[in-house]
Nanobody, 116 residues
């Protein structure tokens, strides 16, 4: 089992930047895929970016070139550097971990609001 705790969200102006963190309760080095999803009000949860145990990253088209996912296996932490924020990036951002055994774990989410 893995507990995930997100942090780093907040209110930011359009064009601004944030760094989200996801702290895991155990080593993430052996986790199959770990990543970020988001859910805006009235919309379904959607993939933002994921990274495999081999450090292969995958991004949603809407965030390519603006968001960067990274993992620090020594600190058991996943990051999402987000820049050039747009109002449509407003959402609750969730951390997700999928194990080789097929289990999926979610954090409680962190709110990102983009507004002037």
């Amino acid at each position: 089992q893995v507990q995930l705790v997100e942090s780093g969200g907040g209110l930011v102006q359009p064009g601004g930047s944030l760094r989200l963190s996801c702290a895991a309760s155990r080593s993430i080095s052996g986790i199959y895929t770990i990543g970020w999803y988001r859910q805006a009000p009235g919309k379904q949860r959607e993939l933002v970016a994921t990274i495999t145990s081999g450090s292969n990253a995958n991004y949603a088209d809407s965030v390519k070139g603006r968001f960067t996912i990274s993992r620090d296996n020594a600190e058991n932490t996943l990051y999402l550097q987000i820049s050039s924020l747009k109002p449509e990036d407003t959402a609750v951002y969730y951390c997700n971990a999928r194990t080789y055994g097929g289990f999926s774990y979610w954090g409680q989410g962190t709110q990102v609001a983009v507004s002037s």
